[in-house]
């Protein structure tokens, strides 16, 4: 049964730039676990919004869970870490 996730990303102050660098970077690898990107949006003039947001669609909760575990995601640690000060992950369902 397909996953269908919404995440909501915050930059750390002053670091947009790097949390694009990140998201670049993991988000090339979703093809390797069968998911797809429904949507990539940026807020413009977000103050407390959060900057990107994203609709990822993994065939499974095993391709999920090897996404997460997947070691090439699991090196950008350090970047993600610097990069992102929330993520906030909502399963949903695509209605239109």
Do not use: K, W
Request: net charge negative; glycine share 4%; hydrophobic share 45%.
């Amino acid at each position: 049964m397909p996953v269908t996730l919404c995440v909501l990303l915050t930059a750390a102050p002053g670091n947009v730039g790097r949390l694009v660098e990140y998201e670049d970077q993991v988000l090339e690898l979703l093809g390797i676990h069968g998911a797809r990107l429904l949507s990539r949006v940026r807020t413009i003039d977000s103050h407390d919004a959060p900057q990107e947001v994203h609709v990822i669609e993994f065939p499974s909760e095993a391709a999920l869970q090897q996404y997460m575990d997947d070691p090439a995601r699991l090196a950008l640690t350090e970047l993600r870490d610097h990069a992102i000060a929330s993520t906030e992950v909502l399963r949903v369902e695509v209605v239109s």
